[in-house]
């Protein structure tokens, strides 16, 4: 096997990782002028997203909004909240109206290579499940007479 296709391959590698590194510092650079993070969030529910009583963001995936702008600019409060939902949320973070989407969204391969944008490290794993009464003794859904269930509309668990 000859070298240059080795090192081809690796170069290809180092160059497009150059160029992450060049998209991470334009949003770091508007931030820092703006003094502010925007961050997408979402009503997922309390404990994960949620405004409170007094009309502020409270929960899980707010928090992490509040540790990026504690980590880029020195204060927890320095985040601009913007309510996206699921059928929003790529196109805001895509087009630049925030600088991050914090909440649950469910990476796949198909999304990573087509939507255009840069998925970072899993902050929050979740799965999902059906909980039945004891007395159906039911193994699985097809045995459940009459049985409905909910979704999330524009979700990966809608093809599930």
Known sequence: MSIKPLFFGFSLLFIGTMSVDITNAGTLDKIKE???????????GPGLSTLNTAGEWVGFFADFCRAVAAATLQAASAVEFVELNQRTRFDATRQGA??????????????????????????????????????????NLRVCPKTSGGITKFSEHEAD
């Open 98 to 139: 925030v600088d991050l989407f914090s909440a649950n969204t469910t990476w796949t391969l198909t999304r990573d290579a087509s939507i255009g944008l840069q998925f970072t490290n899993t902050l929050y794993y979740d799965g999902q499940g059906f909980i039945a009464p004891v007395s159906l003794n039911a193994k």
């Open 34 to 44: 703006r003094g502010a993070v925007q961050c997408g969030v979402n009503r997922t």
